[in-house]
């Protein structure tokens, strides 16, 4: 099982640290990415994290504000998201892939996502 928390209700300029926890597998053998939904839109990339090396992508519109990581030792992937705009607010999924790279159809196990709503 995998599964998104953290989310909630900031505002403008607040941080959030969103984590995807996974029971019965081993993050460590996949590459581990960050997709949000927001109302009305397709879901779309915000960034991935390799298995073995930490190699990193990001979306052109969170670079310089949102970083992945991961623990494996606790077996949990973070999306820190600072300076979080209104554009920001989506539902966030984490998921999980053999093959690294940002598009979505490379995914194959998807968690449940945690809503983030950024409103002043």
């Known amino acids: 099982q995998l599964q998104a928390s953290g989310g909630g209700l900031v505002q403008p300029g607040d941080s959030v640290r969103l984590s995807c926890a996974a029971s019965?597998?081993?993050?460590?053998?996949?590459?581990v990415g960050w997709f949000r939904q927001a109302p009305g839109k397709e879901r779309e990339f915000v960034a991935t994290?390799?298995?073995?090396?930490?190699?990193?992508i990001y979306t052109d519109s969170v670079k310089g504000r949102f970083t992945i990581s991961r623990d494996n030792a606790r077996n949990t992937v973070y999306l820190q998201m600072n300076s979080l705009k209104p554009e920001d607010t989506a539902v966030y999924y984490c998921?999980?892939?053999?093959?690294?790279?940002?598009?979505?159809?490379?995914?194959?196990?998807w968690g449940q996502g945690t809503q983030v709503t950024v409103s002043s």
């Open positions: 998921a999980l892939s053999l093959s690294f790279g940002a598009r979505v159809e490379m995914y194959g196990y």
């Open positions: 019965g597998r081993t993050l460590s053998s996949y590459h």
């Open positions: 994290i390799s298995r073995r090396s930490g190699q990193t």
